[in-house]
């Protein structure tokens, strides 16, 4: 099994930053990809960014220039730093990873943290 564990939500006023971590664990033979997805109130779950193995990466566009998505391969560690926040990036933050396990090329995901941009 994978667990994934995010850490570095929480309250910030507009225009402030955070930073987000997810550490992946557990029985992972290969990652192809890793991410952050978010999801507002009554709205659907999103993309916001997402990095490959490989280092590529591609971001939402109401993010673009705001956040940035980083990995430490050896830690299988995962990192959003988010800046410039705004109040419409409220939501829940799930981290994402694609890899295999003991099965196919699959979907895990984490337990979700609480980003809220306010005043």
């Known amino acids: 099994q994978v667990q994934l564990v995010e850490s570095g939500g929480g309250l910030v006023q507009p225009g402030g930053s955070l930073r987000l971590s997810c550490v992946a664990s557990g029985s992972i033979h290969s990652v192809n990809a890793m991410g952050w997805y978010r999801q507002a109130p009554g709205k659907e779950r999103e993309l916001v960014a997402r990095?490959?193995?490989?280092?590529?990466?591609n971001y939402a566009d109401s993010v673009k220039g705001r956040f940035t998505i980083s990995r430490d391969n050896a830690k299988n560690t995962v990192y959003l730093q988010m800046n410039f926040l705004k109040p419409e990036d409220t939501a829940v933050y799930y981290c994402?990873?694609?890899?295999?396990?003991?099965?196919?090329?699959?979907?895990?995901w984490g337990q979700g943290t609480q980003v809220t941009v306010s005043s």
């Open positions: 990095i490959t193995s490989g280092g590529s990466t």
């Open positions: 994402n990873l694609y890899g295999r396990s003991w099965s196919p090329l699959r979907d895990y």
